[in-house]
């Protein structure tokens, strides 16, 4: 079985400072890693993915995410935080074939002025 | 348009009534997921398609509650009998299958969900 956990159901940073939202999962075979954002009144959309290529894999909007093995992470950062950036943001796992993705509980960014 | 379509997005019901949901996913793709939403939550998993096919069920999915794909192309949720614990944001995926390998394909595809108010 696979799961996924988000540390952390809000994070507010400054407008300009860095930002990292973590997740962490657990899989019996080797994963593949998802980060989704939803803006508010919006459906889900894909930031980056994880496929078994680079372990540091950029995304759109300027965000990248790590993959560590040896942690079971994939945590999402960012450098510079943009008031646009204020959504939610969803981690997700799933197996080679594709067929259960398995979706973080969430954490919601706040930008501040 | 091309993205992934849902409709109602929005119905508003009454304790005991059914609703049915309709989602049009993207032309080309085999696989089709209904999630449902509940605010501050993840999305999680109710059923899936690949074509016709319904190849897993969450045990979410009380006998209340069915999903169709006839001709594998649109797939309609419909739910009996609603209840107030019915009350969410119900999402809508698709992708294509992973015949091809999977960093051609896995990245699942959502419509803007149809929100249910019982």
């Known amino acids: 079985a696979q799961s996924v956990t988000q540390l952390g159901s809000h994070v507010s940073v400054s407008e300009g400072a860095l930002v990292l939202l973590r997740c962490n999962y657990s899989?019996?075979?080797?994963?593949?890693l998802f980060w989704y954002v939803q803006y508010p009144n919006q459906g889900l959309q894909l930031l980056l993915k994880?496929?078994?290529?680079?372990?540091l894999v950029k995304g759109i909007n300027g965000f990248e995410a790590e993959f560590k093995k040896s942690e079971t992470s994939f945590h999402l950062t960012k450098p510079s935080a943009h008031m646009s950036d204020a959504a939610e943001y969803f981690c997700?796992?799933?197996?080679?074939?594709?067929?259960?993705?398995?979706f973080g509980p969430g954490t919601r960014l706040s930008v501040l002025p | 348009d091309t993205g992934v379509s849902q409709n109602p997005r929005h119905k508003i019901t009454k304790r005991g009534q059914n609703v049915t949901f309709r989602c049009d996913p993207i032309?080309?793709?085999?696989?089709l997921y209904w999630y449902r939403q509940t605010l501050g939550q993840g999305p999680e998993f109710l059923t899936y398609?690949?074509?016709?096919?319904?190849?897993?069920k969450s045990r979410l999915l009380s006998d209340r509650f069915s999903a169709e794909r006839p001709k594998g192309s649109f797939s309609t949720l419909e739910i009996q009998r609603t209840e107030q614990g019915d009350s969410a944001m119900y999402l809508c995926?698709?992708?294509?299958?992973?015949?091809?390998?999977?960093?051609?394909?896995?990245?699942?595809?959502f419509g803007e969900g149809s929100r249910l108010t019982v």
């Open positions: 032309s080309e793709h085999n696989r």
């Open positions: 899989s019996s075979v080797p994963p593949y």
């Open positions: 994880y496929t078994s290529a680079a372990t």
């Open positions: 398609f690949q074509n016709e096919a319904q190849l897993e």
């Open positions: 997700a796992v799933t197996n080679n074939d594709g067929q259960n993705f398995v």
């Open positions: 995926a698709s992708t294509t299958s992973s015949d091809t390998p999977i960093s051609n394909t896995g990245e699942l595809f």
